[in-house]
C-alpha cells in the first residue's frame, strides 16, 4: 500500500481549519479533544482518546462531486457497503493514484462541526490517511 495523504503533512489545511475554529463562530471544529491538527489533538489521537477507524475496500468510481468542481471518490467495502470521500493527496503525482479497481485503505476520526456552522454541529469523518494499492495485481483498470 501507497501512502497517498496523511493529514499531518498538510499544514496549509490544517492551518486553514484552526484559523476557522479560532476566528468565527460559524466554521471549523468543535474542539473537543483540542484545536484541530494541533500536538494536543495528535496526542488524544495517538493515545486512542480520539479514536481512529479504518475501512478498507475498492475504489469503485473517481468523480467530480457537488457542483462538478470536487475530486471524489467511491470506496467499496467487502460487504457491498458504498461510502464517498473526497480525493485528498499530498501531491500531484499522488492524487493519479485513485483508479477504479484499486484497493484502498482510509483512517479517520469523528469530529463535530462547531454548534453554529451550517449543520449545527453535526458529526463529519475527518481523513487521517489514505493508503493505495499500486501494485499490478491490485485489480486496477487497464486500458
Not at 83 to 109: C, H, M, P, Q
Request: no cysteine; aromatic share 8%; glycine share 8%.
Amino acid at each position: 500500500m501507497r501512502m497517498v495523504y496523511r493529514l499531518q503533512d498538510d499544514v496549509v489545511r490544517i492551518r486553514q481549519i484552526q484559523q476557522a475554529t479560532l476566528r468565527t463562530e460559524e466554521f471549523g471544529i468543535e474542539p473537543t479533544h483540542g484545536l484541530f491538527g494541533s500536538d494536543e489533538w495528535w496526542e488524544k489521537v495517538a493515545s486512542g482518546e480520539l479514536p481512529v477507524a479504518t475501512i478498507s475496500g475498492q475504489i469503485s468510481r473517481v468523480y467530480m462531486g457537488s457542483m462538478g468542481d470536487w475530486p471524489e471518490f467511491e470506496l467499496t467495502e467487502s460487504d457491498g457497503t458504498k461510502s464517498s470521500w473526497t480525493r485528498e493527496a499530498n501531491s500531484k503525482e499522488l492524487s493519479e493514484l485513485y483508479v477504479v479497481g484499486r484497493a484502498v485503505e482510509i483512517d479517520f476520526v469523528l469530529q463535530r462541526h462547531k454548534p453554529k456552522s451550517y449543520d449545527g454541529g453535526a458529526e463529519h469523518k475527518i481523513l487521517i490517511a489514505v493508503r493505495i494499492d499500486v501494485s499490478p495485481e491490485s485489480g486496477a483498470a487497464t486500458d
